[in-house]
């Protein structure tokens, strides 16, 4: 990968960061990782507590991008012919016509998708993993690029439906934004005095180079020593005691784009371990599914990928090993 390769990425992603950090206060990183799970063509769950800006993370990306946006606000009553659209009889020329539904855009925000049953939450399936949905046996591709940024909350709230796990495994990654430190807090209360500052900006950068950065990212090297190492990290989480399911394979293939997506961001053209291991918690936690046993001792899966993390020897350390 040339040196202006990472260059473009590298501007792509500040211009991006700076015009969403005017709206989200303080939390540089997770903006960051929404916008990995963007260069990777990966989907992103944003998962927490009511009112900590998870709305505007999504809806500040997707104004800064030259993509359409649809917004899926979903509710206990939804059906699937809601998100994707439905065939209708046009008496006038005597045939069926598809109205898309809301899913047939570029950037989807799926709002509060927990909140839906889970016969409406697969209704984004096909669509997420294929880019194409299928009505009334008729397929229509989805425009590209094409990202769903879902936010959930806690399922511990109420009025809210566990993700099934086929659904939570197309989810490249799983971010929290937590509560802002107190400062930040200060600076959100000033900076929403007269309006909201979504309102102020604007589009910085282009889908085509959005795409261009996409293919970019793809050309990052990694080495085998780091794929074995990916590759042992999800073996160990399936084997864990603690663990009834561990990572998929499509979890291996997450933590893979989104290292080299890290690389690019940090300036380089090849992966290092510390790429795998900022994002392990991300791409892994929430497809791990903890046994029943572990989850009366209240073993949390963020807790479980940081022992993986911890037992298994990083490439630079076997090799050592290995003299």
Known sequence: MADNSVEVVQCLAERVVENVERVIVGKRREVQMTLIALLCEGHLLIEDVPGVGKTMLARSIAKSIGCTFRRIQFTPDMLPSDVTGVSMFNQKTREFEFRPGPVMAQIVLADEINRATPKTQSALLEAMEERQITVDGVTYPMERPFLVLATQNPIEYEGTFPLPEAQIDRFMMRVSLGYPAAADEMRILELQREHHPLEDIGQVVSADELMAAQ??????????????????????????????????????????????????????????????????????????IISPSARLKNVEARAVVEQIAASVPVPGMRAKMTR
């Open 215 to 288: 293919a970019a990212v793809k050309q990052v090297y990694v080495d085998d020593l780091i794929k074995e190492y990916i590759v042992d990290l999800a073996n160990v989480s399936r084997r864990h005691p603690d663990v009834y399911l561990g990572a998929s394979p499509r979890g291996s293939l997450a933590l893979f784009k989104a290292a080299r997506a890290h690389a690019a961001l940090e300036g380089r053209s090849y992966v290092i371990p510390d790429d795998v291991k900022r994002l392990l918690v991300a791409t892994f936690a929430h497809r791990l």
